[in-house]
């Protein structure tokens, strides 16, 4: 009985050590576009159906993008609040409230969810318990997403400043002024963090001390993320165009023109050499997802949508998803209910293309514009939309299998471990 024993605790051991090691290989979705660089990337899986597991319904407009990590979904909203959500059931784990609504993204990094609001404050937040752990008041509404890099967490305010704090105590570390808004969202890479303007430009500066390296001006607001990929930082503008520019340089590489007579507010993605972008179209009132070129900005493919597309695309595996929003037809004068339809859409979609070919693989309507970017974790599909839900698209059958399969697997072999052991036991016993 004794060696049995043994060979049990043997098997669990094993079990444990990988199933400690699955978790550890999940990719979280822990910032917006995934990454400091904000490529949008993740070479995982995503939902091949709009199978809906779980819808979660806030106080409030849902703009922000969601973060996912260590099991729980992270997202602002126009209630004022900082929800965190089980990411299996859609159950509200805890909620933060503070002073303004909420555009910006929450950025989870060393257990701490840092995130903008329009009280003008950046707030780091326990992500288990939600309890405050400092916050930073700036001049101006908080609309930028934040991204933290060597304990420093990077973000713009609307006081025309990209702040650098402390990660840890929300100290100043420094701060780089610009001359208008900054409601974009930094990228860092390689020691530098780039970041765009309402003054029309786009900067790259040093991420220790703040000095600029290089400035690329356009011809109207940048509010779209910068994308860093193989050297090149990849952003859109207001004057309708996409630009491909230098790292080191800040010279200008190709540009293209993917709106029309608006703006590209969306952020890029890039994956295998392909760059992704959304775009809007005023006259029409809907919009379209680009594939191009990364080198050289030819056009791959581009796929008209049912609404403006804001969001940034991200990129799962083979496929695209994105959210467009669809405001219906030009109200004939301006009334507090015609600039809330503008504002949060008659409906929204999400998309699923095949990155190849921009083939629709599925999409689905909600009752709202999808100004969020999606986040992909283990085979589920995480967004907001202007209909105040978090949406959880997956399998249909994984919302009746809490385990993953992989975890199940990993059982099947210390059943088999255990099994085999006792075996040898008994035989070496008969002997």
Known sequence: MRKFLGAFLVGLSIFSIFMLSVYAQTEWWPMSQRDLANTGYSNSVGPKTNNVLWTFT????????????????????????????DATTGNKVWEYATEGRITSSPAVAE??????????????????????????????????SPKVADGVVFIGSRDDNLYALDAITGNIVWTYTTGDDVCATPAVADGVVYVGSFDHNVYALD???????WSFPTESYVESTPTFADGVVYFGSFDNKTYAVDATTGQQIWSFETGHDLCVQSSPAV????????????????????????????????????????????????????????????????????????????????YALDATTGTLVWNYTTGGAVYSSPAVVDEVLYVGSMDSNVYAFGSPNQSDLDIPITYLLAGVAVIIIVAVAVLLLKKRKSK
């Open 58 to 85: 806030a106080g409030g407009w849902v703009w922000s993008d969601v973060a996912v990590v260590d099991g729980l979904v992270y997202v602002g909203c126009y209630d004022k609040k900082v929800y965190a959500l």
């Open 111 to 144: 257990g701490i969810v840092y995130i903008g609001s329009d009280d003008y404050n950046v707030y780091a937040l326990d992500a288990t318990t939600g309890d405050l752990k400092w916050k930073y008041t700036t001049g101006g509404e908080v609309q930028s």
């Open 207 to 213: 991420a220790t001390t703040g000095q600029q390296i």
């Open 271 to 350: 994956a295998n050499g392909v760059l992704y972008v959304g775009s809007s179209y005023a006259g029409t009132l809907n919009g379209a997802v680009f594939a191009l070129d990364a080198n050289n900005g030819g056009l791959v493919w581009e796929y008209d949508t049912d609404g403006l597309v804001f969001c940034a695309p991200v990129v799962v595996g083979d496929v695209v998803y994105v959210g467009s929003g669809y405001m219906g037809p030009p109200p004939t004068e301006m009334s507090q209910e015609a600039f809330a339809r503008i504002y949060t859409g008659l409906r929204g979609n999400v």
